[in-house]
């Protein structure tokens, strides 16, 4: 199973989830098709863009506790003192990349970011 793990700011448009998306899976060399899901953290689901930029992919939404993205912390790549403040998480994109991926889950890199929006690639054998 291949996930898209995102973060983004309050008012992210669709448009710049996708893009941010796309460059991840750039990175590594992995196909739109590949990919299974598109995983946030629960508040950030409730955001407008975030279903829509998972249709755009054909994928389903899955959104992740912030208890979720705590247990995932000591496998994270990158830190975010911004995050880190505001949910009591080090990370979004790649702890929910992490979450979603489930059993055996690892991140194939770092983050990706643009602008107002982060995006980590992981694999794993679902929930």
Do not use: W, Y
């Not at 992919?57 to 975010?80: H, K, W």
């Amino acid at each position: 199973m291949i996930v898209a793990g995102v973060g983004f700011r309050r008012g992210t448009p669709a448009d710049e989830i996708e893009r941010v998306v796309r460059l991840a899976l750039g990175r590594h060399e992995l196909p739109a098709e590949r990919l299974e899901a598109l995983a946030t953290e629960s508040e950030k689901a409730a955001e407008p863009a975030f279903p829509e930029a998972a249709a755009r992919f054909s994928v389903r939404p899955v959104a992740c506790t912030t208890a979720e993205l705590g247990r995932a912390a000591g496998q994270v790549l990158t830190r975010s003192q911004r995050v880190l403040q505001a949910k009591g998480v080090p990370s979004i994109a790649e702890a929910s990349a992490i979450v979603a991926a489930g059993r055996n889950a690892r991140l194939l890199g770092a983050r990706v970011a643009t602008e107002r929006a982060t995006c980590a690639i992981a694999t794993g054998e679902g929930r």
